[in-house]
């Protein structure tokens, strides 16, 4: 018997995507339910379908460490490309200059 297990439902199909290929990583086989309805329908963007991840039993445990790392992964700090400060991971642009975190450092001067 295949028995899958409804342990997360994700908010449109770009993150159900992301959290399966976390999961597959880890040998943990994932089913997707919500997006053929989503193709049957037709009408939708696919981000107003909620999708949902379903597992094996007994993949429940893992997959619930992995989605709770998921959800609570802090961003880490990060320097400034521009002038060097120190941000907290929660910033998006430096405090000091405005600088965009994702601009990353090219080369080391
Ligand atoms: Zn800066």
């Given at each position: 018997m295949s028995e899958w297990v409804r342990v997360y439902q994700a908010a449109n199909s770009l993150e159900a995507h992301a959290i399966k290929g976390a999961l597959e990583v880890s040998g943990i086989k994932v089913q997707l339910k919500g997006e053929a309805l989503a193709g049957a329908l037709?009408?939708?963007?696919?981000?107003a379908i909620e999708v949902t991840l379903h597992v094996r039993p007994k993949d429940i445990t893992q997959s619930q460490l992995i989605l709770t790392r998921y959800q609570q992964e802090p961003r880490p700090d990060w320097y400034c490309s521009h002038c060097g400060e120190h941000n907290a991971g929660s910033f998006e642009l430096c405090w000091q200059c405005g600088q965009d975190a994702k601009v990353l450092q090219s080369e080391e001067s």
């Open positions: 037709g009408e939708l963007p696919a981000n």
